[in-house]
């Protein structure tokens, strides 16, 4: 467990389905820890509560219902029902008797069945060919962001529609669930692209919920985080303080490995 994003997702068996994790500040955005990240530690203990590898994540969803501190927590997990081939596990996140997120996740193996894929990843220059992303809250030091899909943050554009190229800063691992819930909810809210610079630091966004349904049975053989994968974001309706941003995260080669939902609350 060399890879900081390893390590700072580890989490230890503490018996009965509890697992100790470390919250650590270096993921911080505006109010606490990202919800990507926290979405990867509660995603890690219910691999660790199911302990088999054959049943990939099929879908995660998290609520948060307040947000972590730095420092030490507890994941209480539970298998709500485990079939022949899926599984269901539940996941809840506390620090003392604050209760900060609540996951349900499905496993299962491979099926065989049809399969198609409609939509092809967005056309885009290769990511030695964009611009670093320019961010200065403590998460993005952790990435390595490539601007390739709409507009930078607080752009006043007209069109709530970013992404790019996003790996580790630093690590080489592969890009396993976890990592992929992370990147889930690791750019940008794509608001702000829409906000205009004398808007910038008056709003927040912290996320209500968030759901993952991972498309391809992670890590796929050979792909690590060394390299890019492709994130695309759109938020279509903001209304009574909540906004809506659909995700897709591809593979360099051009494989959905994911889509993601979230509400988040307009601050």
Do not use: K
Request: aromatic letters at 8%; a negative charge; charged letters at 25%.
């Amino acid at each position: 467990m060399n890879a900081r994003f390893d390590r700072d997702t580890a989490v230890l068996p503490a018996g009965d389905g509890r697992f100790r994790v470390q919250i650590d500040r270096g993921w911080w955005v505006v109010r606490g820890p990202n919800g990507g990240y926290v979405a990867a530690l509660l995603l890690r203990a219910m691999q660790a509560c199911i302990d088999d590898d054959s049943r990939a994540p099929r879908s995660l969803t998290v609520h948060y219902t307040l947000p972590p501190e730095a420092g030490p927590a507890e994941i209480e997990t539970r298998i709500e029902r485990s079939g022949r081939s899926l599984s269901t596990v539940t996941a809840r996140m506390r620090q003392g008797d604050r209760q900060l997120a609540v996951a349900i996740a499905a496993f299962s193996r491979p099926r065989d069945a049809p399969s198609f894929q409609e939509d092809e990843m967005p056309r885009v220059p290769a990511p030695e060919d964009c611009p670093l992303l320019d961010t200065r809250i403590p998460i993005h030091e952790r990435y390595e962001q490539r601007q390739a899909i709409g507009a930078p943050p607080f752009a006043g554009a007209s069109s709530a529609r970013v992404g790019g190229w996003i790996r580790l800063a630093e690590d080489d691992r592969p890009i396993d669930a976890p990592l992929v819930a992370a990147f889930a909810d690791a750019w940008p809210p794509s608001l702000f692209a829409r906000m205009r610079p004398e808007e910038v630091g008056t709003r927040g966004i912290p996320t209500v919920d968030l759901t993952v349904h991972f498309r391809a049975s992670l890590p796929l053989p050979g792909m690590h985080s060394d390299d890019y994968v492709l994130v695309a974001f759109r938020s279509r309706y903001a209304d009574e303080g909540f906004v809506e941003e659909d995700g897709e995260i591809w593979s360099r080669d051009g494989r959905l490995l994911a889509q993601s939902r979230q509400l988040a609350l307009l601050l």
